[in-house]
């Protein structure tokens, strides 16, 4: 029996269907994230969990308990909003002390606590500062530490980095990451930032439209997506539109490109998409076994650490990235260009 | 072009500004002169003195204020005053606990109700003090409530009258203390922590809109103090600030002037005390744990 289970959940507003039979297990420490774009309901789907949305249908478990019914006050768990949502009339103590208060923890216990949060958040010495005196990382830690302070059963974030500026983030993810792994905290996390997903989570339930598209690893989302959606949506990926060739290969601009898995179901001349992700393309060497497509650069982005080569094959247009190397010169505009990549790397998506 | 331009709004910007403070500063001054004239050819505070000063043993009038039945032996002048701050502080009270939370729901749970909202507390600003009064005597002076049978009763609706009629103050105050802040996110994480209705309300909404109670008190206060319709049908003793001014107004020539100043500095005063209370309060809250 999983820590947290979620089944068969379905959440309808008026005529509009937010979540559809979702179903999921978390195991205990797990962190998971929800990742979709906007109004996919990953969100509905964690207020579901915290208590805030009535589910239409389905239930929810933690720890073999059902908590479908059960008042959010009364679910102990912990929940950090994108808006961060400190209570501006107390200060930074007050605020984590809020929770163990209406715990009601003794006076010493909730100090004891208080600094030990204040610690772990690497805050000691903010406890009498109001919300206003904090910088947007700070207040976003406090809050942390404020739904970490009641030891809650699980860990609900909502965007909680999105309304930070990049360096900002960068910080507080690598944070998040250290305090749930220190505190071995069962974490659901939901974001539309695919790199936050990808960098946080032990498993990320990619959604869309109210559906789960695909669960997994991130390692397996973004190598190996099973719907079209889960691999447009993770990463970047280009597209290729061209014919099935006799032998199983596909025609892109009259070039043969073989794949590991041919398309099955087409007929020689019948349309056929492939997905390719631009770092599985390489520019400059041709290993064995490798397909080849002869292409024009349309264009050239430079993005420090990566160059970013724009291709055309007879007006089917895709992305190259190159790891930047000072001793490699990349391709100019209008220069053709021979590119190659694994047969494993080129996916039928349509 | 601009300069000139700008000059020019300036300048029409303070002639507003000392149009408005004329309109409202030389009443007062006109008035405050005219009360010092009590006695021919002299300037003095003889019709302050006649108002304020504690007059002979046998003429102290005797008040019970209602419903505490405190008795003081009191010059009318502050037995009045007294009641009527009575009155004004239970006002406070009431309203902001039915107020607050019924505005706190309509912003959480049925925001689409606030144009309904907000159309029934301008009502009193459409239906004249007298109609209030009449209504609330013909309804609550005979059976089955009979409530002006009591002094408990009576106060009881005077409060209520007051609180009716100070509603389009109250609840817009609260209604735009409320927009200034994420209720619903600030609900949602207190309930995540663990806090019900009550610790919610108390500990994270009220000190959060301690600026928007603070002025819905003020202008109640200003409102309840001198208040004359319902107070005089509902205590024809002329017991509150209200009607004793009216009273003093119709049989004295310079003590109504005097009066109106003492009020005015007065309800000044007491505004300043319970913006300051108010403040004191909120530090305290905040700074609640160490």
């Known amino acids: 029996m999983a820590y947290l289970e979620l089944n068969h959940l379905r959440k309808v507003f008026g005529v509009t269907v937010a979540v559809e039979s979702f179903s999921l297990d978390v195991e205990r420490g797990e962190f998971v994230s929800f990742l979709g774009p906007s109004g996919c309901g990953k969100t509905t789907t964690l207020r579901m969990i915290a208590g805030f949305e009535q589910p239409t249908e389905g239930t929810i478990c933690i720890d073999g308990e059902d908590v479908t019914n059960v008042p959010p006050n009364k679910r102990k768990l912990g929940m950090v909003f994108q808006s961060y949502a400190l209570f501006p009339n107390m200060t930074v103590a007050d605020n984590i002390a809020f ?39 700070q207040q976003q830690r406090v809050a942390l530490a404020r739904a970490l302070a009641i030891q809650p059963r699980v860990l609900l974030l909502d965007e909680p980095l999105s309304a930070l500026d990049a360096k900002i983030r960068d910080e507080l993810r690598s944070e998040i990451r250290r305090i749930q792994q220190e505190l071995h905290i069962t974490t659901i996390y939901v974001t539309h930032d695919q790199e936050e997903a990808l960098s946080l989570s032990d498993r990320i339930v990619v959604m869309n439209a109210g559906r789960i598209e695909q669960v997994g690893p991130p390692f397996e989302i973004y190598n190996r997506p099973r719907t079209e959606f889960v691999a447009r949506f993770v990463g970047t990926l280009s597209t290729l539109h061209g014919t099935a060739g006799a032998d199983g290969c ?91 990549f694994s047969p494993e790397a080129a996916r039928v998506v349509g | ?132 009064t009449f209504g609330l005597l013909r309804t ?114 310079f003590e109504p002037a005097a009066l109106t100043i003492i009020s005015f500095v007065l309800v000044w005063v007491l505004v300043l005390l319970i913006q300051r209370v108010g403040r004191g309060t909120g530090q305290t809250q905040m700074t609640g744990m160490r």
């Open chain 1, 250 to 340: 596909v025609m892109i601009g009259g070039q043969p490109v073989r794949l590991a898995q041919p398309p099955a179901d087409k007929l020689p001349g019948d349309a056929v998409t492939i997905a390719l992700r631009p770092e599985t393309i390489a520019l400059d060497e041709v290993a064995p076994g490798h397909n080849r497509l002869t292409a024009q650069v349309e264009g050239v982005t430079f993005l420090g650490a990566i160059v970013r080569v724009q291709l055309s094959v007879n007006g089917a247009t895709f992305v190259a990235d190159a790891l930047n190397n000072p001793n490699f010169s990349p391709p100019r505009a209008g220069e053709t260009v021979t590119v190659s």
């Open chain 2, 1 to 132: 072009m601009i300069g000139k331009r700008s000059f020019a709004t300036q300048l029409f910007a303070w002639l507003i500004l000392i149009f408005c403070a004329a309109y409202l500063i030389v009443p007062l001054v006109t008035q405050f002169d005219y009360s010092l004239r009590a006695r021919r050819g002299e300037i003095g505070f003889t019709a302050y003195a006649n108002v304020l000063s504690i007059p002979e043993p046998d003429k102290v009038l005797q008040v019970q204020t209602a419903p505490f039945k405190i008795t003081l032996n009191l010059p009318r002048f502050y037995s009045s005053l007294l009641f009527s701050c009575l009155m004004a502080a239970l006002t406070i009270l009431v309203s902001t606990i039915i107020i607050v939370p019924t505005a706190y729901w309509v912003h959480l749970r049925v925001p689409k109700l606030r144009p309904v909202m907000e159309f029934f507390t301008v009502l009193p600003f459409a239906i004249p003090g007298i109609v209030l």
């Open chain 1, 99 to 137: 929770g163990l208060r209406m715990a009601k923890l003794p006076g010493h216990l909730i100090w004891q606590r208080v600094e030990e949060m204040l610690a772990l958040i690497q805050m000691p010495g903010y406890g009498n500062r109001y919300s206003h005196q904090l910088s947007g990382g």
């Open chain 2, 140 to 253: 609550y002076s005979g059976p089955p409530f009979s409530m002006t049978n009591t002094e408990l009763g009576t106060v009881v609706l005077l409060v209520g009258g007051y609180t009716i009629a100070v509603m389009p103050y109250t609840y817009r105050s609260v209604d735009v203390g409320l927009r200034a802040i994420d209720i619903r996110t600030l609900t949602e994480a207190a309930r995540s922590l663990g806090a019900g209705w009550p610790a919610i309300i108390l500990q994270v909404i009220f000190p959060n809109l301690r600026v928007a109670i603070l002025s819905a008190a003020l202008l109640t206060f200003a409102i309840a103090i001198g208040e004359y319709t319902l107070a005089n049908f509902l205590f024809p003793d002329e017991r509150a600030f209200g009607s004793y001014l009216a009273s003093v107004g119709n049989n004295k020539i």
